[in-house]
């Protein structure tokens, strides 16, 4: 009889180890479910880093294109200015200001032009031409007809 009490003890506590075991089998199946979801947050989070350093790929492409483009502009007007500083050294100081104006090399006839005759770039890709920098048809020199 003592040994049927002392396998009745055990299967007891088999009993409660059993319990604890599929309490510890939910918290882990939980747990697993906690980290799969994480899992799902950090894909979605790298697929909106990998995006986002995408659109900042095509916008430095496009900031360099535009130094590029810049520089090139700069070295336009450099060269405007120093044909500009070459012409004023030649130019005497009792020189009539609207001829100085009209025989800078590549410069737009404004000061003796009414205003519908001026010529004037519309956009800033037409300032380099207009320039004489742009290496195609070169500077508008002529002066209006009256």
């Known amino acids: 009889k003592a040994y049927l009490?002392?396998?009745?003890?055990?299967?007891v506590r088999v009993k409660a180890y059993l319990v604890r075991m599929k309490a510890y089998l939910a918290c882990v199946k939980a747990y697993l479910a906690c980290v799969k979801a994480y899992l799902t947050c950090v894909k979605a989070y790298l697929t909106c880093v990998k995006?986002?350093?995408a659109r900042m790929k095509a916008y430095l492409?496009?900031?360099?294109?535009?130094?590029?483009?810049m520089k090139a502009y700069l070295a336009c007007v450099k060269a405007y200015l120093a044909r500009v500083k070459a012409h004023l050294h030649a130019v005497s100081p009792t020189d009539d200001l609207p001829t100085?104006?009209?025989s800078i090399p590549g410069a737009v006839p404004r000061?003796?032009?009414p205003y519908r005759?001026?010529?004037v770039p519309r956009?800033?890709?037409n300032r380099a031409s207009h320039?004489?920098?742009?290496?195609?048809?070169?500077?508008v020199t002529r002066l209006p007809s009256t």
């Open 61 to 69: 492409v496009r900031m360099k294109a535009y130094l590029v483009r």
């Open 111 to 113: 000061l003796t032009a």
């Open 51 to 53: 995006a986002y350093l």
């Open 5 to 11: 009490v002392r396998v009745k003890a055990y299967l």
């Open 100 to 102: 100085v104006c009209r």
């Open 131 to 139: 320039a004489g920098c742009a290496g195609q048809a070169g500077a």
């Open 123 to 125: 956009t800033s890709r």
């Open 117 to 119: 005759d001026t010529l």
